[in-house]
């Protein structure tokens, strides 16, 4: 057995900010042997990045690093700057999450890649080039002779990120750091990139350290897996046994907050409550505030990391192995299991007060039906599940005009000028010719890869842009060319990044006052009752009206979003990828939102997503597009289990996902 | 990842945590405004002698208990006149900025939200009042506009808007593209709404910090023309004349010059420290 990689113990970062100190990472400790892919999972500043950085020596500002790190035996914590730097690149090497920010824009690919040996290694320029064609190859990119010469905007981002592989691995490092490296890529580039990662760090014999938010993006990659809560490592083990059978109750609450792209359509269950406040978190064990099984001693108990018994499988007989360990009471008991199938309590994921939206009733109920019970998995939920699958569509089905038609809709942009006098690009036709409708209360997915053209809908059907050709129908009525107040309000759009949606400047109560009072939606006496109306449907409560946007987590922010659009009572909502600059727990908790605002209020919800997954969760129909036309459209079952188009087919494919057997306990 | 994230269990963030070390440049600041303020508002009566009494026979008196800061070539109390010309030089720095501030302010927001020709023809007129050299400029306006105190707050707005007009329309170009205000025109608000109460809103606040530390460019322009003799009417109390006719005797009274100079660097350095906290609270939203 040979010495691992990288060994790491007791790491700790202690960050100095003007709001006081917080330790970004608490006592992380494990060890990666050479080859080998650990993957660090958590949620948004559970420090995953922190730890990354400080591996690298570059801790954020204001930081002191205590512990150990050491790289082949040899200690990095203490190093000079200068020593460091020269570790940097040739034994250590990171990729970024997006190539387009991480590459030098005015400097040529090739140059870019092969600085590293030309520079580390002193290797001669014509041999460096050698080196950088035969990676790009090795990246399959094809004619790497060409993207050498390329300047990075003048490659896709899948290329790019190629690229940003190929300059990570140019001078063959040791260790190498993916800070979420497909996240910014479509899912057919992400899957291409994570087997090209695979095959390349085999190659080149590197060990890779992988942030992900997304479990399954881990599961394809790694053989073990560090799953962080709040700047600690709360469990640890081999990718499949961890996944299969969760011993914290958090990696738990990560997986079941994940939707499903195969097998039985399940609600996905959000992890309850926020992450606690960096500042001041709790004692004991930080997660206890969010815990299903927290008891009285979870307040006191120190910091550890239980071992858990291995699983007497032929994979375990592998010495190299990583032992599996949980920081819980439970680790070791079978508790878990049990309670994998019981409802979390009032489980309304980042909402300030769980429970509210149904405990609570609402003055002058907003839709029709009030809303009885939780959002959680309850029987309830149950319930509406199967309707979903299958009766509601029925019962809608024809049942009067769609309340949002789009007919031959066409899209086309100016050419670009290309550098030379006189010389544009030829028309660019983002939207060409759709054809859609979206029934009352129908929820209608709309998925494609990205520059597909989907966005560009929106924008035509809601009147940002103006369409070439085509025609928007609202409730069997044509849109005229220049809408007024009255008939923009009818089509709202949310927008995928929650906090530039939302205006830094103006108090969340003014804003939506502001729009009632234009519209005449309420009287004077009426508006402050109605905002607090309009917060609790999307389960927020009546202290957020004085606060400004920045003072909300990402997805408080985006059901502020979801309020100010159902504030102006529209036909439809087009929700434009709002889950994707989310957190996975969190994303859970606003799909059920969406899901029951359709429930309760009957509203119309085009969904457009490049997450395949997420699309089925919630959606009864799913248009697929493709090139800016509409490729296939389909009830969801129909085109998951049966897809006809072969561009469907493809998307399918490339979803990652947790092998079905992985997902069950054995 | 990025960032922190400051979400609490129970509900939005209101509360800012200690800022210390900026708190303590914001305290100095505010004290030394606020001096300044208090001295202007008080000179008649703190004063100790009139700012015009003349006193020949006791002309360029070496500081003493009747004359903390000795007296003039005309026996004016030097103290006495520093106090008035506070209220002359704040009075008229502070109207000539803000009304830059409004000036600009306002030009900037229909010049960055209209776009198009509108936008063209009005960056092409602040790019001509800037090519103007800016003392030339005012000489020029005070002539036109004669020599009174609107003359001097009008000659200076209008020689220095433009720097908060490009502040400003700089600014409206990267804010109009933002989702929120997309999100505004979709929910039916007409342009004149969305632009002063969506775009505005975030405009405003980046001019103000201009704002407070572009006040003493202002006294020092009036200094300035006060020590060319082109400013304010010669026997009015005011800092650059001060400077100015204290000068023929800097080998012997050099605290005639010294005194107001001072007034003025630490006036400086006072609206610095102030416009440097709001930077942080302002910019913090």
């Known amino acids: 057995m040979t010495a691992p990689a990288l060994r790491v113990r007791g790491l700790t970062v202690t960050l100095d900010t003007a709001q006081g100190s917080l330790r970004a990472a608490d006592r992380v400790a494990f060890d990666l042997p050479a080859g080998q892919a650990v993957g660090l999972v958590g949620e948004s500043g559970s420090g995953k990045t922190t730890v990354l950085r400080a591996l690298l020596g570059l801790p ?85 002779e060409r993207v050498v010469r390329s300047y990075p905007h003048q490659l896709s981002g899948g290329i790019r990120q190629r690229v940003m592989i190929a300059t990570a691995l140019a001078c063959r490092p040791a260790v190498l750091l993916c800070d979420e490296p497909t996240s910014a890529l479509d899912v057919t580039t992400q899957e291409q990139i994570l087997a090209l990662l695979r095959t390349a760090a085999g190659l080149t014999g590197s060990a890779l350290v992988l942030v992900s938010h997304d479990l399954a993006v881990v599961g394809r990659l790694c053989s073990s897996v560090l799953v962080m809560y709040a700047g600690r490592i709360v469990e640890r083990g081999p990718v499949d046994e961890v996944f299969a059978d969760p011993r914290h109750p958090y990696t738990r609450a990560l997986l079941r907050s994940r939707p499903a792209a195969t097998g039985e359509r399940t609600r996905p269950v959000p992890v309850p409550g926020e992450p606690p406040d960096r500042f001041r978190p709790p004692s004991g064990c930080r997660f206890r505030t969010r815990c299903v099984l927290a008891e009285k001693r979870c307040a006191s108990l120190p910091y550890h990391l239980t071992p858990v018994a291995p699983r007497l499988t032929a994979a375990r007989l592998d010495a190299t192995a990583p032992l599996r360990a949980a920081a819980c009471i439970h680790a070791t008991a079978p508790l878990l299991r049990a309670i994998g199938d019981t409802p979390h309590p009032g489980s309304i994921g980042d909402t300030p007060h769980p429970g509210s939206i149904g405990d609570t009733p609402h003055p002058g109920s907003i839709g029709d039906t009030p809303h009885p019970g939780t959002t959680g998995d309850t029987p309830h939920a149950e319930a509406v599940r199967r309707t979903d699958a299958g009766g509601r569509v029925s019962r809608l089905a024809g049942a009067g005009t769609p309340v949002l038609e789009v007919r031959g809709l066409g899209m086309e942009f100016p050419g670009t000028p290309t550098g030379r006098p006189f010389a544009r690009r030829p028309r660019l036709r983002a939207v060409d010719g759709v054809d859609l409708h979206l029934d009352r209360a129908e929820i209608l997915g709309l998925v494609g890869e990205s520059g597909c053209g989907k966005s560009t809908m929106a924008r035509c059907i809601v009147g940002l842009h103006q369409p070439t050709d085509g025609q928007v129908l609202v409730d069997g009525r044509p849109m005229p060319r220049h809408r007024t107040a009255s008939e923009r309000r009818r089509l709202q759009l949310v927008f995928q990044d929650p906090a530039a949606a939302l205006n830094p400047a103006r108090r969340i109560g003014g804003m939506l006052a502001e729009l009632l009072r234009v519209h005449g939606l309420a009287t004077r006496r ?25 003072a909300l987590s990402g997805g408080q922010q985006q059901r502020v979003s979801l309020a100010r659009a159902l504030a102006l009572e529209p036909a439809a909502i087009i929700a434009d990828e709002i889950v994707s600059a989310l957190d996975v727990s969190v994303q859970a908790s606003v799909l059920n939102l969406l899901v029951d605002l359709r429930e309760r209020l009957d509203v119309a919800i085009l969904f457009i997503s490049h997450d395949l997954a997420v699309v089925r969760q919630i959606c009864d129909r799913v248009a697929v597009m493709h090139r800016g036309r509409i490729v296939e459209v389909a009830r969801v079952d129909a085109a998951f289990s049966r897809p006809r188009h072969p561009h469907t087919r493809r998307l399918l494919a490339a979803i990652p996902t947790l092998p079905p057997a992985r997902r069950t306990p054995a | 990842m990025s960032g922190i994230d400051v979400a609490a269990a129970d509900g939005p963030v209101t509360g800012t945590g200690g800022r210390r070390v900026r708190s303590v440049g914001l305290l100095i600041g505010v004290a030394i405004v606020g001096g300044y303020l208090l001295a202007a508002l008080l000179a008649p009566w703190i004063s100790p002698h009139g700012p015009l009494e003349l006193d020949v026979a006791d002309a360029l008196a070496v500081p003493s208990a009747e004359h903390p800061l000795g007296t003039d ?44 020709w509108l936008d063209l023809v009005l960056t092409r007129v602040m790019d001509v009042v800037q090519t103007m050299p800016v003392i030339v400029m005012i000489m020029i306006l005070l002539l036109v506009l004669g020599r009174g105190p609107v003359g001097i707050v009008v000659a200076l707005a209008l020689a220095s808007w433009v720097g908060y007009a490009r502040l400003a329309r700089g600014i409206v170009l990267a804010v109009r593209n933002l989702d929120h205000i997309a999100a505004a025109r979709l929910a039916g608000l007409g342009h004149p709404r969305v632009l002063l109460r969506h775009v505005l809103p975030n405009v405003w606040t980046q001019g103000f910090v201009f704002l407070t530390s572009d006040i003493v460019l202002s006294v020092g322009a009036i200094a300035a023309l006060g020590y060319l003799g082109i400013g304010i009417e010669a026997s009015t109390p005011e800092w650059g004349q001060m400077i100015s006719s204290g000068q023929a005797f800097l080998a012997t009274n050099w605290w005639l010059s010294l005194a107001p100079g001072l007034a003025i660097v630490v006036l400086g350095l006072g609206l610095a420290l102030v416009s440097d906290a709001l930077t942080d609270r302002l910019g913090s939203r």
Do not use: K
Not at chain 1, 111 to 118: A, D, K, L, N, Y
Not at chain 1, 528 to 547: H, I, T
Not at chain 2, 75 to 91: E, F, K, M, N
């Open chain 1, 60 to 144: 954020p500002r204001g930081s002191t690093v205590a512990g150990s790190v050491r790289l082949g035996g040899r200690e990095l914590l203490g190093l000079p700057d200068r020593e460091l730097a020269s570790l940097r690149g040739t034994q250590v090497a990171m990729i970024f999450q997006d190539p387009a920010t991480t590459l030098n824009p005015i400097r040529r690919v090739g140059s870019q890649i092969g600085e590293g040996p030309r520079v580390r290694l002193g290797w001669s320029r014509a041999r460096a080039r050698d080196h950088t064609i035969g990676l790009l190859r090795l990246m399959e990119v094809a004619d790497p």
């Open chain 1, 526 to 550: 009426e508006v402050r009752p109605r905002c607090v109306e309009l917060l609790r449907s999307v389960g927020l409560d009546a202290s957020f009206l004085g606060a400004y946007p920045h």
């Open chain 2, 73 to 116: 070539d005309l026996g004016r109390d030097a103290l006495s006149r520093l106090l008035h010309a506070a209220r002359v030089d704040l009075a008229l720095g502070v109207a000539a900025g803000v009304t830059a501030y409004l000036l600009g302010t306002l030009v900037g927001l229909v010049s960055g939200y209209a776009g198009g």
